[in-house]
Each structure stands twice: as C-alpha cells, then as structure tokens.
C-alpha cells in the first residue's frame, strides 16, 4: 500500500534524562534515567531540581543535532511527567474514519451494526488499510504505543470481504510494526455453520494474534462461546469477547464465559469488554457476578466514551448510560483497563485515539476523582492494559524496552486538568513526536506513512443523504 520505507533519522539509543517525574513510581522524588541499546539501565532518585550543565532542556534540544547513533543525548525534563507509552487494549482500526460514508441516524448500537455490515463489501483493502494506518499513527502521537484491534469479519457478506480485512490488517501491522505494535482479534460470526469455521480457521492460520467476537448478540451465546474456546484451545490463542454490551440486566453471557475459562484452564487468557449489563443491575445481582469473574481470572476493558454516547438509546427518562462498574471490579481484583473503542465511525462519532482524554472520560462516568482515583485512572491505560496485552518487555525499569511519553505537566492532577497536547513519544530508538502538533513526525518514513493515510481518509466530509 505504502511507499518502502525510506532513510529515517539515525537511532538514538542511549539517553541520559535528568529531572524526571515517574508518577508510576515515586511522586515525592525526582529521578535520573538512563537509556543504553534502547533499553532502561539506571532509574535512580536524584537530588531535587538537579542541575548539570552539559544537559540540554527538553524545550531547546532536537534529535536532528545528534548525528552520531552512539552518542549519549542528555536531556533535562526539568520535573515533566514521563509514563511508559499507553497501551489501547481495544479499537476497531479498520472502522475508524468511515463515518463520512457510513451513517447512524438513529445513534443506537443495531443501526451501527447493521449499516456497518451492509457497507463493508464496498471497502477495498486499500481503504482499510489506509484507516488503520491513519488511527494507529493518531494514537501514537498522544503516546500510545501498543494496541489491540478487533476487525470485523463479515462472513454474512463472503469470504472474500472476511479475509479482505484481515490481509488488510496484517500488512498495516507490519508495516507500522517500527512503530507502534498491533495485536489483531478477528471478530468471528455468531450462529456459525461449518463452512463458516472453515473460513474462521483459515483466518487464524493466517497470523492474527487472538480470537474475538460478541457472542451476547446471538440466539445461541452458549454455543458460540463454546466454539470459540475450542477453537482458542486448538490454535493456543487468547480470547477477547465484547460482552453484554446492552442495558439488559437479563444478560449475563460473562457468566458462562467466566464458566469456560475455568474448565478450559483460561485463567489470564480471556479478557471481557464492555459488560455495560452490570451498570442496570443491582448491588446484589453485580457484585456476585464480578466476583465469579474475578474468581476465573478474567480481564476487563471499559470503553467510557463509546458506552456513554451509545446506551440508554431506548430509555424515557432516567436514562441508562451504560458505563460499566469500573470502582467494584477493580476493587475485586480484577484487571481492568479503559480504551478509545471507535474513532469517527457509525459506533462513535467523535475521538482521537488520545487514552488521557478517555481516562478522564472514565473519571467523570465512575465518579473517580480523588487524588487516589486519577492514579488508578493511569495504570488504567500504561501497565493494567499492558496486562491485559501480556506484554512483558514493558514499563519504566531495567532490562526493559525504553518506550515512554514525556507530557508537559509535573502532576496528574496538572495532567488530567489540562489535558497537554504537548508530548515527547520515544519508541524501539527513535523519537517519533517531539511536543509540536502531531503530524511533525521525527521519522521521514512514519512522516510519509501519515500524509498519505490522511490522504486516502475523507475526514469531516459532509454525510450524503444525512
């Protein structure tokens, strides 16, 4: 799809950064960190407001002034935030951006899904491909690092429009690959027949990285979740399920996923998203439920801005909003994380792959506001996610892969205030985004890969026929 990959700027592995805030570790200090081959050596707490004069200021230093690869870069954050790079543990890249030619008049989840349905065998591979590249780079340049998207697999329409998506998706995964890292969940079709499973098991052969679906919305959720784990067991894949994403208190298919994840010896390998069934259900029927979950060892992830905008579509007033009990599964044990969902598609109209912005999202929806709550909001999208990813070469300590984000704030209550759209992204070498808007790439080739996926999406452009 996209031009090879052309001579970027020289590596820059070795760093040595001075006045570093680490909110993950300890706030009352500040640090000195140090970068060698790409990889944390020292985290050590230095003396505050440290001064040392061949450090350069963040504000006046540039990668472009280095030209030897060897050379050590000594920056001085002068006490700004650095985090690990957030991890987005559930989007739907290859929907992203189809808003202009996929409409939701009504704004309900059924009308999303049946339109997106309808349309998908119009999309070429280029255009998926395209969208994926153009979210995923959006969402590392507010620092994100990792992400986990689920793809849809529309088997009603053929197997060719099924498989279209996930070459799509495997080629945009290696080419951002340098990048920003992909995990790819194919969506499988509910109510399947043989012929279905064979196309299914043809998709996994073929390299996604785990197996996804929403089982609550077949007439057999049983069923499904039965092939689904069978099929996870057969190709030694994780499971990642959209789960009672309604406002039904009725339905509780996470409690026969919670079931098959302990027979199948799953525990860890099985993730349930949105569970907005929980948020109608009283105390006594939740809390029981999530503690069952907690017991198999499942994860969660809650997508706050997708649910808020699309539950409670069918409530007269009081209106149902949908956002799962983030506080009471968290306090359970269980690992949960928030992510972006959609990004400007018929799910979910608005976003920008920004996971502090849908931190603060959750903060407003599950009345997390102390100062306590917005430091569990931050491991909610950097190691919690991380987690749920199990991703092990990850965090801000020794032998670790240096991947963080520097933002222009000193606490994270300064962080969730302001919202800075003023970031520092390094990753695997390189510094990606140096503070100025985010299409100032550092790399020529990421710089490219960005002007021509914003090229291919028509974004904003007026929806025909309304």
């Not at 440290?50 to 450090?55: G, H, L, T, Y």
């Not at 339905?251 to 993730?271: Q, S």
């Not at 985010?438 to 710089?447: E, N, V, Y």
């Amino acid at each position: 799809m996209m031009i090879g990959m052309v001579a970027a700027l020289a590596s820059l592995e070795n760093l040595e950064l001075l006045n570093v805030r680490l909110p993950m570790e300890d706030e009352a200090c500040l640090f000195q960190v140090s970068v060698r081959n790409g990889k944390w050596t020292r985290i050590q707490i230095q003396e505050a407001n440290a001064v040392q004069p061949d450090f350069t200021s963040l504000e006046h230093w540039s990668p472009g002034a280095t030209t030897d690869p060897s050379a050590i870069c000594q920056i001085d954050l002068e006490g700004k935030l650095l985090l690990p790079g957030f991890v987005d543990s559930h989007m739907h890249l290859d929907k992203s951006f189809s808003l202009t030619t996929v409409g939701n008049v009504t704004g309900t989840l059924e009308e999303a899904v049946r339109n997106y349905s309808a349309a998908s065998p119009g999309f070429s591979k280029f255009e998926i491909q395209s969208r994926m590249m153009r979210s995923s780079l959006q969402a590392l340049s507010f620092g994100t690092t990792h992400i986990r998207t689920h793809l849809d697999f529309n088997m009603r329409a053929s197997r060719e429009v099924a498989l279209r998506t996930i070459e799509a998706a495997l080629e945009a995964r290696q080419l951002l690959a340098p990048y920003v890292k992909l995990q790819l969940f194919p969506m499988l079709p509910y109510n399947m027949n043989s012929a279905d499973v064979e196309v299914v098991e043809e998709a996994l052969r073929m390299g996604v990285d785990g197996i996804g679906g929403a089982p609550h919305l077949s007439q057999t959720p049983k069923e499904d979740i039965d092939r689904i784990f069978g099929l996870a067991e057969k190709y030694n894949l994780p499971i990642d399920l959209h789960s009672d994403e309604t406002d039904n208190p009725l339905m509780r298919t996470v409690e026969h996923i919670a079931l098959r994840t302990r027979e199948y010896g799953y525990a860890g390998r099985v993730t349930v998203d949105h569970l907005c069934a929980l948020a109608s259900m009283t105390d006594e029927d939740a809390l029981p439920l999530i503690e069952r979950m907690a017991e198999s060892g499942l994860k969660a992830v809650s997508l706050p801005a997708v649910n808020l905008y699309l539950q409670g579509r069918h409530d007269s007033f009081p209106v149902r909003r949908g956002v799962t009990r983030l506080k009471q599964i968290w306090d359970a044990g269980m690992k949960i994380a928030v992510a972006s969902d959609n990004i400007h598609d018929p799910f979910h109209p608005f976003g920008r792959g920004d996971l502090v912005q849908i931190a603060l999202i959750g903060s407003y929806a599950a009345h997390m506001g102390s100062s306590a709550d917005l430091r569990t909001l931050l491991r909610m999208i950097t190691d919690v996610p991380a987690a749920v990813l199990d991703l092990e070469d990850y965090g801000v300590r020794p032998g670790v892969s240096a991947s963080f984000v520097i933002l222009d704030c000193e606490s994270p209550e300064e962080l969730f205030t302001l919202l800075p759209d003023r970031r520092w992204v390094y990753n695997q070498g390189k510094w990606l985004r140096m503070a100025a808007s985010k299409a100032s790439w550092q790399d020529t080739a990421l710089s490219k890969y960005w002007e021509q996926a914003s090229e291919m999406v028509s974004f904003l452009k007026p929806l025909e026929g309304g």
